[in-house]
């Protein structure tokens, strides 16, 4: 259900190689979360840090919605680059799995896959 992989980068390196990886493969970034920011800023001791990204493609979210409109509650893609334990991490909820369990129409399938496989090289390639 994750695709979660280790990076020997630093929290702020692997953060911004991953926007530029989401932008080099046809996606852009909608919006950045820095929970790690926000919570120690609403006062709560959280040690990790973790920025979650959302990407998204135009042409394939209008593909989804096209399929079913109440898909829009899944979108957009959300990438996490996360400390854990002192180690750095990419990762996402894969979303041929997540879609699947929503919907088992094959074009929205196919279209899932193929966001799946671009946003597995976004993390490979920030690794």
Same mark, same amino acid.
């Given at each position: 259900? $994750? $695709? ?19 932008? &080099? !493969? ?8 820095? !929970? ?20 998204? &493609? ?13 898909? &829009? ?15 750095? %991490? ?11 369990? !929503? ?23 920030? %690794?």
């Amino acid at each position: 259900m $994750y $695709y979660v992989v280790d990076t020997e980068k630093s929290f702020e390196q692997a953060s911004t190689d991953l926007e530029i990886e989401v932008k &080099n !493969l046809g996606f852009g970034v909608l919006h950045i979360h820095d !929970l790690g920011k926000t919570l120690r800023g609403k006062g709560i001791g959280f040690v990790e840090d973790c920025r979650i990204f959302e990407v998204c &493609n135009p042409e394939q979210a209008s593909k989804v919605l096209a399929i079913d409109m109440r898909l &829009n509650m899944a979108l957009p893609c959300r990438i996490s680059v996360f400390t854990e334990k002192g180690s750095t %991490k990419i990762g996402m909820i894969k979303p041929a799995q997540m879609l699947s369990a !929503l919907s088992n129409d094959p074009a929205l399938m196919e279209t899932a896959n193929d966001v799946e496989d671009k946003a597995k090289q976004m993390i490979d390639k920030s %690794k």
